[in-house]
């Protein structure tokens, strides 16, 4: 059993950068990979990026690529997902999941624990 939970989220003008992270308890002596999700009011849950036990491989949705980095630091059982250039259109519930078969996936269904998601809206 993995607890997943998210840091606040926020709001932020277009161009700014907003820091999220996440922190994981429980079940946290065995390797798992993290991902981040979000979902749009009507729109179905979107992979936005993914990063395996070690941090020495990453994923990104090519709409964050370049603009977000997803990082990790195991000893504080902590993921972050830096946001930069921020877009009216990454407005969204942003969630974080975890694969505890440490495969690095963007499908939802693929992740077995998730947190109860932030608010970030990025104002124009």
């Known amino acids: 059993q993995v607890q997943v939970v998210e840091s606040v989220g926020g709001l932020v003008q277009a161009g700014g950068s907003l820091r999220l992270s996440c922190a994981a308890s429980g079940r946290t002596f065995s390797p798992y990979a993290m991902g981040w999700f979000r979902q749009a009011p009507g729109k179905e849950r979107e992979f936005v990026a993914a990063i395996s036990w070690t941090g020495g491989n990453t994923d990104y949705a090519d709409s964050v690529k370049y603009r977000f980095t997803i990082s990790r630091d195991n000893a504080k059982n902590t993921v972050y997902l830096q946001m930069n250039s921020l877009k009216p259109e990454d407005t969204a519930v942003y969630y974080c999941?975890?694969?505890?078969?440490?495969?690095?996936?963007?499908?939802?269904?693929?992740?077995?624990?998730w947190g109860q998601g932030t608010q970030v809206t990025v104002s124009s």
């Open positions: 999941a975890a694969n505890l078969a440490a495969k690095l996936t963007a499908v939802v269904y693929d992740y077995d624990y």
